[in-house]
């Protein structure tokens, strides 16, 4: 193996061990610390604009764009079709508002260096709605010649966005995927067929992106290991710079539209367990450079080496390797990630357009970030991003009866005060970085499995 995690010429890996008792505990995927779990109402408005007039330096944007054209019957994100006229351009009326109210509290010293826009499917809107966003931002926001990132519906990407795309700059993009199998597209309610994909992956190169992930999906109903690696075959062969490989989270009693695939069909744990490497295997073999636990990038990409170089952190929208310690976020449902308090914006459209219609913000929910909370956080993000953390010496000694399972097995060591996580307890990363999270430990809240 490389120090760079991937396997050398010629090299015979053995799969990670599997023990299921490690695993049957749904975990969250820590995006954020604390999690969405204990956000509560006891966050709000004032605590928002509180934390955006402190804020000083570099930030990051993230625009939330609820609308798709059509549902996918797996998908958790917070949207709704876009086949009502009115509900769409009032929406966008109230995120104008928004960029500027916000823009209006932050101090003269900061820097917008990123902006991503995700959903839902940013295309669902127009491109020139898009434009028309863009030019807001550009209006009332510090921008500092900022990366662009935007996620894509590649059912719905026209040959006019291309050409948006490159006048506005966008040089990172990422399309749902999620499998190139069209029994398995029907099985979850997103059929685009393989030409789809092409097209969309030629378009976004010309249009000048030069990183592009897919988002791609295992533990499927009636997915075999043979769709995966087929799915992954294609995904090389297009030239994905970088991949998200997730294990699909079955909450129907969370997601009521999930109800609508067949749970009989899905794969259980042990095979999910194969599946989860399979794809690493396949990946890394291809050359590309792992990521956390669920991310690959080519070399070459910025992703793979701040992974490398051990600068990989870990947000809202998953691994990155955006250094701004502020992510402000824009849009219903949008979280705003502050170092001291996190702050998600109203969920209900109607109610969030309500609270603009007024200048008023609208954080509605979210969670206070304590000296302690903040030291948990950076443990946790260290275990999943770098599989190691400096935790002391103390803290240690308490938890050495949790511990002892992961490292009577080889999954973890102990040196002095630091842990780390061996290669073959990659998939038990998040069931690690749990042990260190006390909202979980006497939680009846169910999240989705660890693989």
Not at 405 to 413: A, C, D, K, T, Y
């Amino acid at each position: 193996m490389t120090k760079t995690g991937r396997p050398m010429a010629g090299e015979t890996i053995r799969m990670w061990p599997y023990y299921p008792d490690l695993l049957s505990r749904p975990v969250p995927r820590y995006t954020s610390f604390p999690t969405a779990a204990e956000f509560s109402g006891a966050i709000g408005a004032a605590d928002h604009a509180a934390a955006l007039e402190r804020v000083e330096g570099d930030v990051s944007l993230y625009v939330h764009i609820p609308f798709c054209e059509e549902i996918c019957w797996y998908c958790g994100c917070n949207t709704s079709r876009s086949n009502r006229e009115q509900r769409l351009t009032s929406y966008l009326d109230a995120l104008h508002r928004e960029i500027a109210v916000v823009a209006g509290l932050l101090g003269s010293g900061v820097r917008v260096r990123r902006i991503a826009f995700g959903g839902g499917s940013p295309n669902a809107i127009s491109p020139l709605e898009f434009v028309r966003l863009i030019d807001a931002l550009t209006l009332h926001m510090p921008l500092h010649q900022p990366i662009v990132s935007i996620e894509l519906d590649p059912r719905t990407l026209s040959p006019d966005w291309g050409m948006v795309l490159r006048c506005v700059g966008v040089t990172r993009a990422s399309m749902g995927v999620q499998t190139l199998s069209p029994r398995l597209q029907q099985a979850i309610g997103r059929v685009q067929p393989q030409e789809v994909i092409a097209r969309g992956t030629d378009l976004l190169r010309e249009a000048g992106v030069t990183s592009l992930n897919f988002d791609l999906m295992y533990g499927l109903p009636g997915q075999t290991d043979e769709d995966l690696a087929e799915t992954l075959a294609s995904t090389i062969k297009l030239g994905a710079d970088r991949i998200a490989l997730f294990g699909y989270a079955h909450v129907p009693h969370l997601i009521p539209r999930q109800k609508r695939i067949d749970a009989s069909a899905l794969p259980d744990q042990d095979a999910r367990f194969r599946m989860a490497w399979n794809g690493w295997e396949q990946l890394t073999r291809a050359g590309y450079q792992p990521v956390g636990f669920d991310h690959f990038a080519l070399p070459g990409d910025a992703l793979a080496q701040a992974s490398v170089a051990g600068t990989l952190r870990r947000n809202f929208q998953g691994f990155t390797e955006d250094p701004a310690p502020v992510l402000i976020g824009l849009g219903a449902s949008a979280i705003s990630e502050f170092p001291e308090v996190i702050v998600q914006n109203e969920k209900n459209a109607g109610r969030y357009r309500m609270l603009l219609s007024q200048d008023r913000l609208p954080g509605a929910l979210g969670v206070a970030r304590s000296a302690a909370d903040q030291a948990t956080g950076d443990i946790i993000a260290r275990l999943l991003c770098a599989g190691e953390a400096r935790v002391g010496h103390e803290r240690l000694v308490q938890m050495v009866g949790v511990l002892a399972p992961f490292r009577e097995r080889g999954l973890i060591e102990v040196r002095d005060d630091w842990l780390m996580i061996c290669p073959d307890g990659l998939p038990y990363a998040r069931t690690i970085a749990a042990l260190f999270d006390p909202y979980r430990q006497h939680s009846p809240r169910r999240f989705s499995s660890a693989v």
